[in-house]
């Protein structure tokens, strides 16, 4: 059934593609909601989501570069944060725009159109759109900061819309998710390959994406982020691996992993693992090496390109197996991350069960058993790693270290623990020694046909540049 449901995608995608207008694409609805089904758009927006979010293909998604654990060999423009050149700021506002949130609105119309549903049906469904379509605007706030908004998604009735201010509509999208979360009961989406329509798992879901909302919210407005975490934390967050947010991909195109796409069936060999994260887990000798990396360069051998510079394939360790898998499963939220965000809040002293460490450890596991890792409990007790005596002056390095090693083939939570946490010091690139992005800077369709939303845009965030800071980004990223 998901081989159907997954090849009907790509005719799906096709029709959501067509535009007669280069930027009414990002802004209006081509399609008929008397032609397409609610189940096929809302299941075509997952995997648009998940795709652009796993891919590591140069010209969508560059985050596993940004979070430096990942760089590149003969090609290294983007190791080396030239992210204009291939435009990926303009691909990666289009997927999301376009073929995310475009399909998620009009599955929720289409699904209240449906005579044939209950009234508890529409909600639910609605509710589930509601949850990625709150994902997907905090995604996008925080890669380029204040974005279009209240007006996004209507061309008709705002063809150039305006930007919103970034802190506001992260206090719109908890208002949004407390909305849409009690009605995750009953019967969704028929279609659904995050999680087979289990209502109590998006229930979880919803409640974990509103956690990470108000840790992101901690440094600049601790009041509504102790609120919304502890909020978040009674409604039900993710308890073990069991509850992550993963699309199942099939064994066949186009229904691949794009990890797949780009390291195999691609032919190429353009990547390779960072000194970044090599040598900090070589210094702590983590035993995650054996699964993150290939054993090409011998047995508990593992040497990382250096950052930014131009990398012979076969003098570097290898990216590992898994990830050459065409069924490896994308994430989009893991027991993992949450374990580190209730870390945070335990050190801040919110209202949750658990202690600091308790819950740093937690996410260690986590990402132990998540990739089968053995020996967790010997790690755990290494000097380096034990909460008591693992190297920070205070919880922000401790967490934040083990966070973004686990954040390993999540690119952009990789980058977020680094300009959230503050930590690990990053590499300036070999080549140029550009500054590491804080975010991307708004694509050039927006400064030619919406210039005058876009200038006041960045004026607003302080200039649209690479190194201007997301609103919660308060405190400097080390890197050297």
């Known amino acids: 059934?998901?081989?159907?449901?997954?090849?009907?995608?790509?005719?799906?995608?096709l029709i959501s593609c067509q535009s007669d207008d280069k930027y009414e694409n990002y802004n209006r609805d081509p399609k008929?909601?008397?032609?397409?089904?609610?189940?096929?758009?809302?299941?075509?927006?997952?995997?648009?989501?998940?795709?652009?979010?796993?891919?590591?293909?140069?010209?969508?998604?560059?985050?596993?570069?940004?979070?430096?654990?990942?760089?590149?060999?003969?090609?290294?423009?983007?190791?080396?944060?030239?992210?204009?050149?291939?435009?990926?700021?303009?691909?990666?506002?289009?997927e999301m725009y376009r073929d995310v949130l475009l399909d998620l609105k009009t599955a929720k119309e289409v699904a209240e159109a449906n005579p044939e549903l209950s009234?508890?049906?529409?909600?639910?469904?609605?509710?589930?759109?509601?949850?990625?379509?709150?994902?997907?605007?905090?995604?996008?706030?925080?890669?380029?900061?204040?974005?279009?908004?209240?007006?996004?998604?209507?061309?008709?009735?705002?063809?150039?819309?305006?930007?919103?201010?970034?802190?506001?509509?992260?206090?719109?999208?908890?208002?949004?998710?407390d909305a849409a979360t009690p009605n995750l009961t009953g019967s969704g989406f028929s279609i659904d390959n995050i999680y087979g329509g289990d209502m109590a798992a998006w229930t979880k879901f919803a409640n974990s994406i509103k956690l990470r909302i108000g840790i992101r919210l901690s440094d600049v407005n601790p009041t509504l982020s102790q609120s919304t975490v502890e909020s978040a934390v009674a409604g039900g967050v993710f308890t073990s691996n069991d509850d992550n947010a993963t699309f199942e991909y099939q064994g066949?195109?186009?229904?691949?992993?794009?990890?797949?796409?780009?390291?195999?069936?691609?032919?190429?060999?353009?990547?390779?693992?960072?000194?970044?994260?090599?040598?900090?887990?070589?210094?702590?000798?983590?035993?995650?090496?054996?699964?993150?990396?290939?054993?090409?360069?011998?047995?508990?051998?593992?040497?990382?390109?250096?950052?930014?510079a131009s990398n012979t394939f076969s003098n570097y360790t290898h990216i590992g197996d898994l990830l050459h898998q065409p069924t490896f499963p994308g994430i989009l939220l893991d027991y993992s991350e949450v374990s580190f965000y209730l870390a945070e809040a335990a050190a801040r002293s919110y209202?949750?069960?658990?202690?600091?460490?308790?819950?740093?450890?937690?996410?260690?596991?986590?990402?132990?058993?998540?990739?089968?890792?053995?020996?967790?409990?010997?790690?755990?007790?290494?000097?380096?790693?034990?909460?008591?005596?693992?190297?920070?002056?205070?919880?922000?390095?401790?967490?934040?270290?083990?966070?973004?090693?686990?954040?390993?083939?999540r690119g952009f939570e990789a980058w977020t623990v680094w300009r959230k946490y503050d930590t690990p010091v990053f590499n300036l690139p070999e080549d140029t020694g550009n500054p590491v992005p804080a975010r991307y800077t708004y694509p050039i369709n927006e400064q030619?046909?919406?210039?005058?939303?876009?200038?006041?845009?960045?004026?607003?965030?302080?200039?649209?540049?690479?190194?201007?800071?997301i609103f919660w980004d308060v405190n400097d990223s080390p890197s050297n």
């Open 1 to 13: 059934m998901k081989k159907i449901v997954l090849t009907i995608i790509s005719l799906v995608t």
């Open 32 to 94: 008929n909601p008397t032609q397409v089904d609610a189940d096929f758009l809302f299941n075509n927006a997952q995997k648009s989501l998940v795709d652009q979010m796993t891919s590591t293909s140069v010209n969508r998604n560059v985050f596993r570069l940004l979070g430096q654990h990942w760089t590149e060999t003969t090609y290294f423009d983007e190791a080396n944060y030239d992210l204009t050149n291939r435009n990926i700021p303009e691909y990666h506002w289009s």
């Open 119 to 177: 009234a508890g049906e529409i909600a639910a469904r609605k509710a589930q759109a509601e949850v990625l379509m709150v994902y997907t605007y905090q995604q996008l706030v925080d890669t380029y900061g204040n974005i279009p908004y209240t007006e996004s998604l209507d061309a008709e009735g705002f063809p150039l819309p305006a930007y919103d201010d970034a802190a506001t509509i992260y206090s719109d999208l908890i208002t949004r998710i």
């Open 252 to 308: 066949a195109t186009p229904n691949t992993n794009p990890l797949w796409v780009d390291l195999v069936q691609s032919g190429r060999s353009d990547f390779v693992p960072a000194n970044t994260l090599v040598d900090f887990m070589n210094d702590l000798e983590d035993p995650r090496r054996a699964v993150y990396f290939d054993d090409n360069m011998g047995a508990d051998t593992y040497v990382g390109g250096i950052y930014g």
């Open 351 to 409: 209202a949750v069960t658990g202690t600091v460490e308790e819950h740093y450890n937690n996410g260690i596991t986590a990402s132990f058993e998540y990739w089968d890792v053995a020996d967790v409990a010997t790690y755990l007790a290494k000097p380096e790693v034990a909460y008591a005596t693992a190297p920070g002056t205070d919880w922000r390095e401790k967490i934040g270290s083990q966070f973004w090693l686990a954040m390993y083939n």
């Open 448 to 469: 030619t046909l919406n210039g005058t939303n876009w200038e006041a845009a960045s004026e607003a965030i302080g200039g649209d540049e690479q190194t201007t800071k």
